[in-house]
Structures are given as structure tokens and as C-alpha cells.
């Protein structure tokens, strides 16, 4: 009998709960009529070479393990994604500790611009200038392999950011 006293109070506390998160959604912002999306290679702005086949890659990888939209051809696409990489830059952030003015550990920042627009129409879904994807990483061997090795972690950052961007915050 006891424990039954704690009955109005478990009920309270829980719809107390659900209505704190009456402004929530799970899951994905798109409409409904958005299911499918074709994505270009990425367009690389910068002067550093080969950015895009990275980036395209982890896109489509985060586009499938979010699972909001099916990747297709163009034709068969209710969208499309333009991404184009505008900005790469390359940071120390911590040097040895014997030599002061070498770096032994570097963070790349990957800059894009996005904008996805209907198929049928060209109307534009949703457009966002200013998206960027980072990535720390050691100086292991020479400067140039090592940016090889921190790429792959700031494209799958900035992926990440491009689609939440196409999957979460939609206009009316």
C-alpha cells in the first residue's frame, strides 16, 4: 500500500516530462515529398588539390547513416545538393616541447557553402554560406602526409554539419 503514494507523483513527473519536450521532433525536418537526393561531385574552391573526392565521400556516407534521404541519379531525385568548398586552412596548435617553433600537432579546417533545391522546380530547399568541418591531428613524418591522414576527419566533420543542415532546418 505503501507504494502506491508514489503513483500520483511518478504520473505528474512524467507529464511534466512530455510536455517540457512538446517542442521536439525525432527524426528527420524534411517534407515529406523530399525523400530522395542526387549529390554532385563537390566543387573545390581552394588551391589545395583533390579536396572534393574526399569530401564527396564522406557526404554520401553521412547521407547514408542518417537515413533521412535515399542516395540516386539525377533524374530519379525529388533534390539536389550543391556543396562547394570554399575555404582550407591549416593551424598550429601545440609545438614541441624541446623546439618552441616546430608545431607537432595541427588542426585543418574545411570551409563549404551548400544549397539544395528541388529537382522539378530549382526552388531552393535550403541554402547556408558558412559551414565548416574540423580536424586535430599529429605531425606524424612530414607536413604533407600528415594533412593526407587529418582530411579525411575534417571532411567527416563537415559532412556531419552539411547534413544536419539539409535534414533539420527547414522553412516553412
Partial sequence: MRHLRF????????????????????GSQLPKDINSVYVPTVRNQ????????????????????????????EKDADAILDVTITSYKIEPLSFDSDNRSTPDEYR????????????????????????????????TGDLTSAKQNGLPGAADDLARYIVAAITEAWPD
Avoid: H, W
Avoid at 54 to 63: D, F, P
Avoid at 120 to 137: E, I, M, P, W, Y
Fill in 7 to 26: 503513483i500520483p507523483l511518478a504520473l505528474v513527473s512524467s507529464l511534466l516530462l512530455l510536455s517540457g519536450c512538446s517542442g521536439y521532433q525525432l
Fill in 108 to 139: 585543418l579546417l574545411l570551409g563549404a557553402r551548400i544549397e539544395m533545391r528541388r529537382n522539378d522546380t530549382g526552388k531552393v530547399l535550403v541554402r547556408n554560406a558558412s559551414l565548416q568541418g574540423r580536424n586535430d591531428f599529429p605531425l
Fill in 46 to 73: 581552394t588551391d589545395e588539390p583533390l579536396l572534393e573526392n574526399e569530401a564527396t565521400k564522406a557526404i554520401l556516407e553521412q547521407i547514408q547513416r542518417d537515413g533521412s534521404l535515399k542516395i540516386v541519379a
